[in-house]
């Protein structure tokens, strides 16, 4: 193959000028273990889409993500050489990633990926086997040679009866010959120093069954077919040493030993295949093992729910957990916010509402930066756990709409009560299954929230503890029709309710005056792209922002919509490059829309993630994997942690979280502070002016007084290019941030320290 070799420094992954010098943190789950290697005194564990190392010693854990130029796709198999301390990860897709641990650098190999005549299916690498100053890869198309001493492809080896692709799942060297473990081709092997390994017909095999595993064992060679007997092959023999009865996960050799890993149980033997070590009882601890290795006398388990484990042969019934805190899953549907604390949901359901099979994942809790996960038995075995609610007068009690099995009351992290047909007015499709989506609280403490598919499909929790249910079957049919579901909802100031649905837009209630009221697509006066409106926001004017599965809108004064059914909804037209006018977003799925303390809007979407001003006419950032860590490009929600700033951006592959500038604004300037300071050589970002009350008058000044820049605060914070007026880069000195409120009773000032 032709090498095609990028590389992708610490900082420099990250070479677009919009991103490259604002912060980011990963937020990933690391209990769902992928496979485990060791060397050069650490473990590493990879999760779905990162890696961290754990050093035995000074138990010492670092993070190897998206934010250090990984490609956050979905991992398969990792190999660590001692020999040139390297980490190579590979992936389902074919990519493979170099990572070096000394200089922090990322070498992405992205031949496999881009060769046309692999098809995607057989991309997937499965195994890495280091031979030499070479690489074997196996993958589901053959096996490649990776030259170690200078990172670039060899050969590519297709070893079917004529030539085609097959499944390999393993390689090993014995006795100077390749051995290829392949599904459906046998055992394969031919001549490790023949010239010419890309002779299919050179290759011979044994038996034409398929087969898990081959390793190379103090002279011996053993295998695993997929009935799971393990084998040894005596010339062209296969003897059977052991059974297991359930999948062989893995099989591997270290340490002069052999381990052979199934869901529930480790079984070590050593070179002369006597068995040291029979793990099959883990106690209390639900395993779901991926992978297995010793280091040091130590035993490392890779486990898909639990994360990294150890134990020891003297000690198989204590377990230490090992991988970094996080939250329990990647693959986020919901995020609630209040200042430091973040909630993360995972149920879900397709296009068409439906939510099978059912999820049952749990909850996560971020508070003060330490993470607590509430798991799926804790919340009484409830499945499809959607969106979370924080009630404002009491933050310790929490709300969750459980998209199956109705409504959970959370309080100081435990479950109160669920909410269902057998104890409160809400109602089923079928039998319990009590779909509640969309929920939120209004300024006097009460929960209001809907029901998909069912004729009452809002109601509301006082704070008292009593509920109301409301009929919707007039302003939207559920019950039996087309009407499939009922998405998020949101409360305006004066209390009035939107929430969106499936073929109805989007549906308005007023408690007021008890008045229902909707906006629908194109065919009516409402405007809307698409009448499956998935998204809805309120901005610091009182505009509500619709987000649909076709594209963005935007209704000016929403609460017109109880006494004007004709209510138009207006699309945001901008001009591209070329000077063209057209639409914001267009054809765009929209899932979450969050507005900041400058009312600029977050937009997520199945493209990445959108920044744009307060009037949607400059996108400001543009996040997509290409251009930032975000892990995917399928953004399913953002919130804003208005204390800090924070932006947390869920997607359907991790959690991430962006430093971003736009906070709330404060009441005083008691906490006024700019960073970076000082400004250092080579940065060339923004400098961020927070604690800001709205509307104050920020003014920048050399230390003569001569004027550099002068902004007027839309929230609590502002930037500066550390330009005067957006020309000229200033000069090393001290300059003067004047604060003045915008009713001139308060007044601030500090200072910003610029090194060129």
């Known amino acids: 193959m032709k090498r095609i070799l990028i590389f992708f420094f610490f900082i420099s992954l990250f070479s677009q000028a919009q991103t490259q010098n604002l912060d980011w943190e990963d937020l990933f789950s690391y209990y769902s273990i992928q496979d485990v290697s060791t060397g050069a005194g650490k473990i590493f564990a990879a999760a779905e889409n990162s890696v961290f190392s754990y050093r035995r010693g000074t138990q010492e854990i670092e993070k190897i993500s998206s934010i250090q130029g990984l490609s956050s796709e979905k991992i398969n198999t990792i190999y660590f050489s001692a020999n040139y301390n390297l980490l190579f990860i590979g992936y389902k897709s074919g990519l493979i990633d170099v990572y070096n641990p000394q200089d922090k650098t990322v070498l992405k190999v992205v031949d496999i990926i881009e060769k046309v005549t692999i098809p995607p299916t057989n991309r997937r690498i499965n195994h890495f086997y280091e031979y030499e100053n070479k690489l074997l890869i196996s993958t589901n198309y053959g096996i490649s040679e990776f030259r170690m001493n200078n990172l ?67 002279n011996s060679l053993y295998v695993i077919n997929n009935s799971n007997s393990l084998q040894e092959l005596q010339g062209n023999t296969f003897v059977n040493r052991d059974q297991f009865n359930q999948e062989v996960k893995d099989f591997r050799v270290n340490e002069e030993n052999l381990i052979v890993t199934t869901s529930n149980r480790i079984k070590v033997y050593n070179n002369q295949l006597n068995t040291l070590i029979n793990i099959s009882n883990f106690g209390d601890v639900p395993v779901n093992l991926s992978s297995a290795t010793i280091y040091q006398q130590v035993i490392y388990l890779g486990d898909l729910s639990e994360g990294l484990l150890s134990t020891t042969a003297s000690n198989t019934a204590a377990f230490q957990y ?69 009630n404002p007068t009491n933050t310790s009690q929490v709300y969750l709409s459980s998209f199956f099995g109705g409504l959970l009351e959370i309080q100081e992290n435990e479950l109160q009560n669920v909410y269902d047909i057998t104890n409160s007015p809400l109602q089923s499709v079928i039998n319990n299954d009590v779909r509640v989506n969309g929920i939120a609280f209004d300024r006097d403490g009460n929960l209001w929230g809907n029901v998909s598919r069912v004729d009452n499909g809002l109601f509301k929790l006082s704070s008292g503890g009593g509920f109301q249910v409301f009929d919707t079957s007039e302003i939207a049919p559920g019950s039996g029709s087309d009407n499939l579901g009922l998405t998020e909802l949101i409360i305006d100031n004066s209390g009035n309710i939107y929430f969106g649905s499936y073929i109805d837009g989007v549906i308005g209630y007023q408690p007021s005056t008890n008045t229902f009221a909707k906006v629908k697509g194109l065919e009516t006066a409402g405007n809307l792209p698409d009448n499956y409106v998935k998204s809805l926001a309120l901005d610091n004017n009182n505009q509500l922002w619709i987000g649909t599965s076709r594209g963005l809108r935007v209704l000016f004064g929403p609460s017109g919509i ?47 993630a959108f920044y744009l001003s307060s009037n949607g006419q400059e996108t400001i950032y543009r996040f997509t994997t290409e251009n930032s860590p975000l892990p995917s490009n399928s953004v399913t929600d953002i919130e804003i942690d208005e204390s800090t700033g924070k932006v947390y ?28 300071n000082p400004v250092r050589p080579g940065y060339s970002g923004m400098v961020t002016i927070d604690g800001l ?64």
């Open 562 to 608: 109880f006494e004007n059914p004709n209510t138009s909804t207006n699309e945001i037209i901008i001009l591209d490059d070329d000077g063209v006018a057209q639409e914001l977003l267009a054809g765009s799925s929209i899932s979450a829309i969050t507005v900041d303390g400058n009312n600029n809007k977050w937009i997520a979407t199945e493209a990445g």
């Open 693 to 756: 009350r709205e509307g104050a008058n920020v003014k920048i000044t050399d230390i003569e007084g001569n004027l550099v820049y002068e902004i007027i605060s839309e929230g609590g914070s502002v930037q500066w290019d550390s330009r005067a007026f957006g020309k000229h880069k200033v000069a090393s000195g001290v300059y003067m941030v004047l604060i003045t409120s915008d009713d001139q009773l308060e007044t601030k000032v500090t200072k910003i320290m610029v090194i060129r």
């Open 649 to 676: 951006i869920g997607t359907t592959n991790g959690l991430v979280a962006f430093r971003g500038t736009a906070t709330s604004s404060a009441e005083t300037f008691e906490k006024v502070r700019a960073f970076p």
């Open 152 to 218: 670039e492809f060899g050969d590519t080896y297709l070893i079917g009866d004529s030539g085609e692709q097959l499944t390999v799942t393993q390689t090993t060297v014995f006795n100077n010959k390749i051995y290829a473990a392949t599904q459906g081709g046998g055992i394969r092997f031919a001549d490790v120093n023949s010239s010419n390994l890309v002779d299919f017909s050179i290759w011979q095999n044994i038996s034409n069954n398929s087969f898990r595993g081959v390793v190379n064992l103090s």
């Open 322 to 390: 090992l991988s970094p805190d996080g939250p329990l899953r990647n693959d986020v549907f919901g995020l609630s916010v209040i200042p430091n604390e973040l909630w993360v949901t995972y149920g879900d359901y397709d296009v068409f509402f439906d939510p099978y099979p059912l999820k049952r994942a749990g909850v996560s809790h971020l508070i003060n930066e330490e993470w607590i996960n509430i798991p799926f038995a804790n919340l009484d075995n409830t499945e499809e756990i959607a969106r979370s609610a924080i």
